[in-house]
């Protein structure tokens, strides 16, 4: 399996860095780690996270690290990490 990263999630990536980065710029690093080192765990178990039925008959499924969501997406060999947020912000 390959992890892929969409635009989008690339964009949710950074812009949870900048939010955090002014106040705390150790923690945003941590945090981008923690989150990138985390969807690789899906590598070996992409099943790891919990369907979302209404995506049916897409595979999405989301996998919360520490307290944030990743929904990603299984195609074939490849893992699309689709979006990314805190379970905080109004999704």
Same mark, same amino acid.
């Given at each position: @399996?390959?992890?892929?990263?969409?635009? %989008?999630? @690339?964009?949710? #990536? $950074?812009?949870?860095?900048?939010? #955090? $980065?002014? /106040?705390?710029?150790? $923690?945003? /690093? %941590?945090v981008v780690r923690s989150l990138t080192g985390g969807a690789t765990r899906l590598v070996d178990n992409p099943r790891l996270g919990e369907p979302l039925h209404q995506f049916d008959p897409r595979d999405v499924r989301r996998l919360q690290i520490g307290h944030y969501e990743v929904r990603y997406e299984i195609q074939g060999s490849a893992i699309f990490i689709l979006r990314l947020w805190h379970t905080r912000e109004d999704r």
């Open positions: @399996m390959e992890i892929q990263w969409t635009g %989008k999630a @690339m964009s949710d #990536l $950074a812009r949870l860095y900048e939010f #955090l $980065a002014p /106040v705390n710029q150790p $923690a945003a /690093v %941590k």
